[in-house]
C-alpha cells in the first residue's frame, strides 16, 4: 500500500460510527474495537479493513498450508478468522454436529483499504484510492447508527435442555474421574430461526451495554460475527509472543460497590477458579514452548483481576520468544485451539466435547484478527459473540464454562446464562422476557 495518510480527528466517538456506516457498503470488511481498555498499549484504539483484493478460504485438510502459501504471495495486511474446527487438521479428530451458520474454518483477505483510528487521528492505508477521497466520504457518513425495530421477536432457542446441560457435565465429570482429562470446557448453544436483525444496530447496542477490549464486527458477504470478546488469544510484537487466557468468572453488582468489591474478593479466593486458571496457564506455557526459544516462557500476570461491564474476570498472561526461522502461521498453529477454550489435555477434551456438544462450533472459540505488514499479528477469541447467517436467517451464540470434578453443574449452567445476558438483551430488550 502507499504511504499512509493521517487526518485530525476532534469528535473520537463521532468518527467511529461514520468509519462503521461507510464500511457497510463493503460485502468484506473487518472492524476491531479495544473500547480505550489498552491491554498492552495497542497502537490503535480501532482498526477497520474494508474490501477485498484477494482472499483465501479453506476447511480443514491443508487450510494452513494454504494460508501459508497465500501469506507469502502478499506481504502486506491481512485480516481474517481462524474456526474452532481447524482443530480436525491438527489432530486427527472430526466434526459432526450441526452447523447453522457456514464460516469456513479459516478465511484471510487483503484488504482494499485499511483505517487506523487512534486518540486524535485517522489514518488511511490504500493502494488506488484517493486518501482525502475516502477521509470525505467516512466524514459524509451518518454520525450514528439508526435504530431499526425487530419487526419479528427472536425466538431464542436452547440446543439442549438445562437437564441434558446437567446430565453432561455429570457424565464428564466421570471421565475426570477416570483420569481422561482435568478440565474441560464444555459449550451450549442458544439459537434462534428465522431471525431478521441489523448487524450494525446489534453491535452497537452491544457494545454500549458490554463494550469489551477485543470486540469485532466482522461481514463476510452474508455471514456476520457480532464480538464483545474480552479475550486475547494471542499476540505477536517482534519475536515477542503473548497470550491472555481467561479462567474465573464472578457475577458484577455495579450498583452496590461494597457488594461489587465483595464478588471480586470472593473470585480472587476462590480455590477452584484459581486451579482451573492455573490449569490453563499450564497448557499456554506448554503451547507456547513449542515454538519459542528455550527458557524465553514465562507468566508475566498470574490470577490478575480485570472488570468488565457485566462480569469480573481473572486473567493470566504468558509470554515468550518466538524461536527463529518461524513465521506467525507456526506460531498459530503450535497454540490453536486455544486453551481457554479446550481444557487439558488439548486433544482428549477436544473429542469428549464433539461428543457431548450438540453443535458444531465454527468461529466460535475461534479466532479474529489481523496481521500487520512487519509481521506483527493480534487476534481474539470469539467468544460473548452472536454469529448471523442473514440469507438462511440463522442466528446463534454460545456460552461455555470450565468444568472440573468440583464443578456443581447448575452453578456451571448459571455462569452460561450470566455469560450470555448481554446477548440475550440486545436480542430481546423487553427486560422481562424469559430465556
Not at 72 to 86: R, S
Not at 243 to 262: L, M, V
Amino acid at each position: 500500500m502507499k504511504i499512509p495518510v493521517s487526518f485530525p480527528i476532534d469528535n473520537f466517538k463521532e468518527i467511529k460510527m461514520q468509519m462503521l456506516n461507510w464500511a457497510n457498503r463493503f460485502n468484506i470488511f473487518c472492524l476491531l474495537d479495544n473500547h480505550q481498555y489498552h491491554f498492552e498499549t495497542p497502537a490503535f484504539e480501532c482498526l477497520l479493513a474494508a474490501g477485498c483484493k484477494d482472499s483465501v478460504s479453506a476447511n480443514s485438510g491443508t487450510a494452513f498450508e494454504q494460508l501459508r502459501l497465500f501469506s507469502q504471495q502478499n506481504q502486506g495486511w491481512l485480516f481474517g478468522h481462524f474456526g474452532y474446527d481447524l482443530k480436525n487438521e491438527l489432530e486427527e479428530l472430526k466434526s459432526n454436529n450441526n452447523d447453522g451458520i457456514g464460516f469456513s474454518d479459516l478465511h484471510f483477505f487483503v484488504p482494499k483499504i485499511v483505517v487506523e483510528l487512534s486518540a486524535n487521528l485517522l489514518t488511511i492505508y490504500c493502494d488506488t484510492e484517493n486518501a482525502q477521497d475516502i477521509f470525505t466520504a467516512i466524514k459524509n457518513s451518518p454520525a450514528q447508527v439508526l435504530p431499526t425495530a425487530i419487526k419479528t421477536p427472536i425466538a431464542i432457542q436452547h440446543r439442549i435442555s438445562r437437564q441434558e446441560y446437567v446430565s453432561a457435565v455429570q457424565a464428564l465429570q466421570q471421565h475426570i474421574l477416570r483420569g481422561d482429562c482435568y478440565v474441560i470446557n464444555f459449550c451450549q448453544e442458544f439459537f434462534a430461526a428465522g431471525a431478521v436483525i441489523n448487524p450494525l444496530v446489534i453491535y452497537q447496542q452491544l457494545t454500549n451495554i458490554s463494550p469489551s477490549p477485543f470486540a469485532a464486527l466482522y461481514k463476510l458477504n452474508d455471514k456476520y460475527c457480532i464480538s464483545s470478546s474480552p479475550e486475547r488469544y494471542l499476540k505477536k510484537t517482534g519475536d515477542q509472543l503473548l497470550s491472555q487466557p481467561i479462567k474465573g468468572t464472578a457475577i458484577r453488582d455495579t450498583r452496590n460497590q461494597q457488594a461489587d468489591e465483595e464478588s471480586k474478593k470472593q473470585l480472587l479466593s476462590s480455590e477452584k477458579e484459581k486451579s482451573e486458571n492455573v490449569m490453563v496457564v499450564d497448557l499456554v506455557r506448554n503451547d507456547l514452548s513449542r515454538v519459542c526459544k528455550a527458557g524465553t516462557v514465562q507468566v508475566d500476570e498470574l490470577f490478575g483481576m480485570y472488570s468488565f461491564p457485566q462480569v469480573h474476570q481473572m486473567i493470566s498472561t504468558i509470554s515468550g520468544q518466538l524461536q527463529q526461522g518461524l513465521n506467525w502461521i507456526d506460531a498459530i498453529k503450535a497454540t490453536f485451539p486455544m486453551g481457554s477454550m479446550t481444557g487439558a489435555p488439548k486433544k482428549k477434551v477436544m473429542q469428549l466435547t464433539e461428543h457431548y456438544e450438540q453443535t458444531k462450533r465454527g468461529l466460535y472459540s475461534g479466532s479474529i484478527g489481523y496481521v500487520h505488514p512487519n509481521g506483527n499479528f493480534d487476534f481474539n477469541v470469539v467468544i460473548r459473540s452472536i454469529l448471523y447467517n442473514a440469507a438462511t436467517q440463522y442466528l446463534s451464540f454460545e456460552t461455555g464454562s470450565a468444568i472440573t470434578f468440583n464443578s456443581i453443574a447448575a452453578d456451571e449452567y448459571e455462569e452460561c446464562l450470566l455469560k450470555a445476558a448481554a446477548l440475550i438483551q440486545v436480542l430481546q430488550p423487553n427486560p422481562n422476557t424469559e430465556v
